[in-house]
């Protein structure tokens, strides 16, 4: 008995001590997940010496590219994916070329989402879905392609010109079967996004016929819109005057964000809410993150100088993140899933939608593009791509 008795204390005091060490790890992981977010200085000791977060040109895996061919270069999911002579390679984190996809198409517009990419000719007929190494569907359409847009389950929405209409707007499936299709007589449409859910769409209209211009947000029931397309709006939204519709993005399953010359809306199927007023000072704004928006302003630091930060505002919440530029205005931002890619000249700093500084990459030269998808970024030169993987 006195054998068990002891037994049973040694294992009381080893599960004791677990359960202190798992106590002190907690603890030291709070501190130190504080102190990264509040000592800018502690973070960027942690960012280059122990997460590796900076890296210089010449280190990275590369692509060979020749620009004098005139390839479009996108990023999108897990891909850069380089369009060419109706050839649209893709390639891996490691540089290796995993599909070779013929597309009939010579100057695109894209939209991606997650893992797909709508791709179509600009004021052109064919349009494309893609995902992963292959070809989802395609299909061809009378009048001509002004806008797509494909939220993360593959669901396509298009802006339609030159028909007998001023606009039409056609929506696709998974497996590319056309569901609806919505016809606009009086405004024309600018832009399209799908909810999260496949269930609302939404479509950014301009009426340009009276003596003070205005825009719409038509929310659509895609239900309603397959049984009774006359009766399937759920809510419209009209804007201030003046105002021009420039983009939307549906950030959860019913509200679209709504980005307009002075000012962020969002509009739900049954709500509307202002999320941002834009300033002066306001140097750029960008929608298209996730979970939030993006704004690049400039506070005076002293006569004619001028300092740069950038605001991530998240729309589902009053949370806010900064990011301080120590550094002029970017010359390019590229948003790209939940990341923000700012090109500085020589150098670019991604940094996600928290305001965390992701990856630093200097190069010798000017940086002359770069593209951003989800877990993967390109910097591109004239003869080559550095591929940065997030």
């Known amino acids: 008995m006195k054998i068990e008795n002891n037994l049973n204390k040694l294992k009381e005091k080893k599960s004791n001590s677990k359960f202190l060490a798992f106590i002190i790890f907690i603890f030291l992981l709070v501190c130190f997940t504080a102190r990264y977010a509040t000592d800018e200085d502690f973070r960027t000791l942690i960012d280059v010496n122990v997460l590796r977060k900076e890296l210089e040109e010449s280190t990275l895996t590369t692509i060979d590219v020749d620009l004098d061919s005139n390839p479009n270069i996108f990023a999108y999911d897990k891909y850069i994916a380089i369009l060419a002579k109706n050839k649209l390679s893709e390639y891996t984190k490691d540089g290796r070329k995993i599909a070779e996809l013929d597309i009939n198409i010579s100057i695109p517009i894209i939209h991606t989402c997650g893992k797909y990419m709508v791709i179509a000719e600009k004021n052109g007929q064919k349009i ?68 999260t859910n496949n269930e609302y769409l939404a479509i950014g209209e301009v009426d340009y016929s ?143 939608s928290k305001g965390w500084l992701v990856k630093k990459y200097t190069s010798n030269s000017q940086i002359k593009n770069l593209v951003i998808g989800d877990t993967i970024a390109g910097v591109i030169y004239k003869n080559k791509i550095e591929i940065i993987e997030l």
Request: hydrophobic share 35%.
């Open 128 to 195: 494309y879905l893609i995902s992963e190494q292959n070809i989802i569907w395609e299909n061809t359409v009378e009048g001509n392609v002004s806008e797509v847009n494909v939220n993360e389950n593959g669901y396509v929405s298009i802006v339609i010109k030159n028909t007998t209409y001023k606009s039409v707007v056609a929506f696709y499936d998974l497996e590319g079967v056309e569901l609806f299709r919505r016809y606009i007589s009086k405004n024309y449409a600018i832009c399209t996004a799908v909810s």
């Open 210 to 352: 009276g003596t003070i211009l205005k825009s719409f947000i038509t929310i659509i029931s895609v239900k309603k819109a397959q049984q009774d397309p006359e009766n399937s709006i759920v809510n419209i939204y009209e804007s201030d005057n003046g105002e021009i519709i420039t983009n939307i993005n549906y950030q959860d399953k019913e509200n679209a964000i709504c980005m307009f010359n002075s000012y962020v809306q969002k509009v739900g199927i049954d709500s509307n809410e202002r999320v941002y007023d834009i300033t002066d000072n306001d140097m750029f704004v960008d929608i298209n993150l996730k979970d939030s928006i993006a704004i690049i302003d400039k506070q005076s630091s002293g006569l004619f100088s001028y300092e740069y930060e950038m605001l991530l505002k998240n729309t589902n919440s009053t949370s806010e993140s900064l990011y301080i530029l120590d550094s002029d205005l970017p010359k390019v931002v590229v948003v790209g899933g939940n990341n923000i890619a700012l090109n500085l000249g020589n150098e670019i700093r991604i940094v996600n």
